[in-house]
């Protein structure tokens, strides 16, 4: 081989391990995409059982259950339809009735969904980008005149 062929070898053999290193964390963080919806657009979506996503909303007033350990039941609300969340850990400390939340996780085969976790505003003037922008959207979240 001459001295321009191994240059060129090397200059091919790195080009083809970046594009291998890329495909591969193009993969990985396409497994680990879930999607965002409010209860509202799920009457509209095709969400299948097992299926990650992102439900965000409102904690529904007076739905709140606590279970047996640290399952706790609730509803998310868009102020249209709500959607029936079953979770199970540690809830976050400012998690109450009607404040903003994201839960992730998967619809069970009953209709339920299971949540893996839950993420709740963390003072008085924030509320999720994603729960916000869409509760705007549907004329249910004004902000407040402070802001």
């Not at 990650?52 to 339809?81: M, N, P």
């Not at 619809?107 to 869409?134: C, Q």
């Amino acid at each position: 081989m001459t001295r321009k062929q191994k240059r060129l070898s090397v200059i091919v053999a790195g080009l083809a391990f970046l594009g291998a290193a890329t495909g591969l964390t193009f993969y990985a963080l396409g497994q680990k995409a879930s999607y965002f919806y409010m209860p509202g657009d799920l009457a509209t979506a095709t969400v299948q059982p097992g299926q990650r996503i992102r439900l965000g909303g409102l904690v529904e007033r007076g739905t709140i259950e606590r279970g047996q350990g640290a399952t706790v039941a609730f509803s998310v609300t868009d102020k249209q339809k709500s959607v029936k969340v079953t979770y199970t850990g540690i809830l976050p400390d400012l998690f109450r009735e009607e404040q903003g939340v994201i839960t992730e996780g998967s619809f069970g085969p009953d209709g339920v969904f299971v949540a893996d976790s839950v993420l709740a505003k963390h003072d008085e003037r924030y509320m999720p980008k994603e729960v916000a922008d869409g509760l705007k959207a549907k004329g249910v979240w004004q902000e407040s005149k402070s802001e």
